[in-house]
């Protein structure tokens, strides 16, 4: 799939008070800001155009734009977010993204609930993962609307993670880049795996882009593993993203 499209949020002062699971600290804003800016260019040089949403202080994670709608070739489907404090970051981007679907925008509804990061797309097949942050009736609704574009999907279930883009990310050719906590799951017998040393986990939220794979700075031995299988790479430093849970896939809409 050639993405054309990236859509991106800049971080609020009210980012130092995302969701937290992590025992990093508190983000430090300005160096967040540089980072963010420094994700922007990378997406650039990847050939995409990137349009960038202003600040708010209402959502400190709404940054994370991946979070509320999951984008394709032929649809948008907006989530019903499983986060308390993030319920309603999907109303900036329903209006934006009509301009970019028109009509082909759907909606997951109660007592559904989906983000995001739950969804990875390998080619005309999602696979939806069950979680903390998405239940099994936001995962069906969400197959229900792309088996309408000839999509197909398929539910994974799993513990101990975030989300199922935390421990597997696919990066084209076939191949899923994946931690111990997935790399099991029958779902993805038919892939070439590349495991992620535990010490390196999180580098499994890693993105494809075009004729790149955009890896977090600071993972010597994913990069390695990557580069020996012939990927391209560029780096970017998301260290104050990562101290509230959040990837390089979390901070953009690619499409
Ligand atoms: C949250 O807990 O919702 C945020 N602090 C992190 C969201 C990360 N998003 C993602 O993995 N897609």
Do not use: W
Request: with cysteine.
């Amino acid at each position: 799939m050639k993405f054309k499209n990236a859509i991106v949020k800049k971080p609020s002062k009210k980012m130092v008070e995302g969701i937290s699971t992590t025992n990093l600290g508190k983000p430090n804003y300005k160096k967040a800001l540089k980072q963010h800016k420094n994700y922007i260019k990378a997406l650039r040089e990847c050939g995409v155009e990137v349009e960038i949403l202003e600040e708010d202080e209402i959502y400190p994670d709404s940054m994370f734009v991946e979070d509320p709608a999951i984008v394709t070739e032929k649809c948008a489907i907006i989530t019903n977010l499983g986060a308390e404090s993030r319920k309603g970051e999907e109303k900036e981007i329903k209006s934006v993204l009509k301009k970019y679907y028109s009509k082909n925008i759907h909606e997951i509804k109660y007592p559904g609930t989906l983000e995001g990061g739950d969804v990875m797309q390998v080619e005309d097949h999602f696979y939806i993962g069950v979680s903390d942050r998405t239940n099994k009736d936001g995962a069906k609704q969400f197959i229900n609307y792309v088996e309408k574009y000839n999509y197909k999907g398929t539910i994974v279930e799993f513990e101990d993670i975030l989300h199922l883009k935390t421990g597997v990310a696919y990066i084209g050719d076939n191949t899923l880049i994946v931690t111990d906590t997935l790399i099991d799951k029958e779902e993805f017998e038919d892939f070439n795996k590349i495991k992620i040393n535990e010490s390196e986990k999180y580098a499994a939220n890693c993105i494809r882009i075009n004729d790149y794979v955009i890896l977090p700075k600071g993972y010597p031995d994913t990069k390695k593993d990557l580069l020996k299988e012939g990927f391209d790479i560029k780096t970017v430093d998301v260290s104050e993203y990562k101290k509230i849970d959040g990837g390089l896939s979390c901070l953009s809409l690619r499409f």
